[in-house]
């Protein structure tokens, strides 16, 4: 199967080449001002296939407030606001990501969600969260993010530093799949393809052994199949302890 999956690979390659000459002339950017409407539409749906699954995820967040105090949760890459749902009632919200288009639609979330509130939206990549501060928040959430960064190592550093000691870093992220399944053959044919749909995203990614060398004193992952198309079916979910 490998060199089938190369051949097609490189098929998609060749086809997607129009997409890599735009890519390296700076057009591509202009996808950005896109993606937002595309995302709002894709996180509707997926939220509602993934809603126990978040649900379940995020019930563990009131186990990180300090004694007396209220909830400070960072979102790396909040995108439309999708997870501002699942937050609990009373916390405050500082949100990141580096696409300043999303605005409009975090804007919007942020009304719906009058249960939070809201310190600042940061454009920034996860990478580099300078603006934040060393150990300043309970928790910090990242879903649907390791796909797309560029460094997750530093991704995670970021996170590592702006959690207080004992806070907690949460996840669900999509992940290449088994070698010997035919997901795993069709992820790597259609990854050219999907960088460009995906704004950058990689579905070829064995983002648990990231997370696993992270340096995090306690981690809690799981691996989870999810109500998807079979190219994102195959999940990471849980939380790592600081």
């Not at 007396?68 to 009632?89: D, M, Q, S, V, W």
Request: with cysteine.
């Amino acid at each position: 199967m490998s060199l089938a999956m190369r051949f097609w690979t490189l098929v998609v390659n060749v086809l997607c080449i129009p997409m890599h000459v735009l890519k390296a002339l700076g057009l591509y950017e202009g996808y950005k001002r896109v993606f937002p409407i595309c995302q709002q539409r894709i996180s509707v749906n997926y939220n509602k296939k993934m809603h126990e699954k978040k649900a379940e995820l995020f019930r563990s967040l009131p186990e990180f407030i300090k004694p007396g105090g209220k909830l400070t949760i960072l979102e790396i890459g909040c995108g439309t606001g999708a997870n501002f749902e699942f937050y609990p009632p009373g916390c405050k919200v500082i949100c990141t990501d580096p696409n300043p288009h999303f605005q409009k639609y975090l804007d919007k979330s942020m009304k719906q969600n009058d249960h939070l509130t809201y310190d600042q939206f940061v454009v920034a990549s996860a990478e580099d969260m300078a603006s934040v501060g060393d150990e300043s928040v309970d928790a910090v959430v990242c879903t649907l993010v390791l796909c797309t960064v560029r460094d997750i190592p530093q991704t995670l550093r970021e996170a590592h530093r702006i959690l207080r000691r004992g806070g907690g870093f949460f996840f669900l992220e999509h992940v290449v799949a088994d070698p010997s399944t035919w997901s795993y053959f069709f992820q790597h044919v259609f990854q050219p393809i999907w960088y460009y749909f995906g704004d950058g995203c990689e579905v070829t990614r064995e983002t648990w052994k990231y997370l696993e060398d992270a340096g995090f004193s306690e981690l809690k992952l799981r691996h989870v199949e999810a109500p998807l198309i079979f190219v994102i079916k195959p999940h990471i979910v849980g939380y790592a302890v600081k």
